[in-house]
């Protein structure tokens, strides 16, 4: 354990050194596949993701899929150190995606290494370091969907504290727009797209869902962009906003967008629909595993690669969401120790049957 841990925290340090922004994880990459093959592991790529399947793999079995990221936002104006020299003070490592997700994806790797050559074994693993995970890109780990071997369930490793995300919030974005008739503002002419709009603002800010999740909570839609007029003396004939809808596992984002199109007048376009709430059955082998353990269950509100998962996948990872994106962003050494340890036993218990 302590030579994993090592290993696990001299990576960290050189992932934050190396610049790694969405679509641009190249030399990250390069790292990741560089220390597996160093191992004796042999690995795939495309683009910039990284999988590798454990020595013994049996297509007789179910398949878990161990998926965290290696891209990492821009670093806000905000920071007092240098977002790209990892600096341990206090027993915190500092810098650029030490907390999201490198803590996690570090733990992920030392794991899938610790059952890597393990025998007879219940399920498969695959690893997977994967890209654009914070701009939800086409060549993240949906481009590698088709091309790894078939998964049963997923783990994937984001900062939750090691606490169990059982169900995660999906995603739509939807551009609106009101359509009235310009005018002059002088006159009683025209039709005011700004009223037009606001109506379903109102609505947007007022409707609630039928049902609501238990562990999720509702279904959230927050109004968060709005543009019209030309001119003072103008009455605008177009009014344009954006909506951010958080779905949840009672209502997908197909059924959600139905219900709003039925009930206000604007235009609505869809940026995408394909970000869909995720979940796990609570009574999933590696839940129960957890639940063994005494890790917490949670519904989380934030947004993962979970949302393009097709299988049941649980969110867990040392480290804390709120550290994400934040300025001289840390994680705490202790948390990645505990984080290996805490994933490799959550997954003893299932690789080798012993979670009855």
């Not at 947007?204 to 049902?211: A, G, L, P, S, V």
Request: glycine share 6%; with cysteine.
């Amino acid at each position: 354990m302590s030579q994993l841990y090592a290993e696990a925290i001299d990576l960290l340090k050189q992932l934050i050194a190396t610049p790694s922004f969405s679509k641009e994880e190249k030399e990250t990459g390069d790292l990741i596949q560089q220390f597996l093959e160093d191992k004796g592991i042999t690995t795939r790529r495309h683009n910039h993701n990284i999988w590798c399947v454990n020595k013994h793999f049996d297509p007789s079995r179910p398949t878990i899929l161990l998926n965290s990221h290696h891209d990492t936002v821009h670093p806000n104006s905000g920071y007092s150190k240098d977002p790209y020299t990892p600096v341990v003070e206090d027993g915190k490592l500092f810098g650029l995606g030490s907390n999201d997700a490198g803590g996690a994806l570090t733990s992920l790797i030392a794991t899938f290494i610790h059952f890597y050559s393990k025998e007879n074994l219940t399920y498969n693993l695959i690893l997977a370091a994967t890209g654009e995970e914070e701009i939800s890109g086409e060549n993240g780990i949906v481009s590698i969907l088709d091309k790894i071997p078939a998964i049963d369930c997923a783990i994937v490793g984001e900062p939750t504290q090691m606490r169990m995300a059982v169900a995660e919030k999906g995603l739509m974005v939807l551009e609106c727009t009101a359509k009235g008739v310009s005018g002059h503002a002088a006159r009683d002419e025209g039709k005011n797209a700004i009223y037009l709009a606001l109506e379903d603002i109102e609505w947007f800010r007022t409707y609630r869902f039928e049902k609501v999740s238990e562990m999720l909570g509702p279904v959230k839609m927050t109004v968060t962009v709005i543009q019209a007029g030309s001119q003072h003396n103008v009455v605008p004939d177009r009014c344009t906003f954006t909506v951010d809808v958080r779905s949840t596992d009672v209502h997908d984002n197909v059924e959600i967008l139905d219900i709003i199109d039925a009930h206000i007048e604007s235009d609505i376009t869809a940026r995408s629909i394909r970000l869909n709430p995720s979940f796990i059955p609570l009574d999933h082998p590696v839940v129960h595993s957890g639940d063994k353990l005494g890790l917490e269950q949670y519904g989380s509100p934030t947004l993962s690669d979970q949302s393009v998962i097709p299988v049941p996948s649980l969110k867990i990872g040392p480290g804390k969401s709120a550290r994400s994106h934040t300025a001289d962003e840390f994680i705490l050494l202790r948390e990645v120790e505990e984080g290996i340890e805490t994933y490799i036993k959550l997954l003893d218990a299932v690789l080798r049957n012993n979670n009855a």
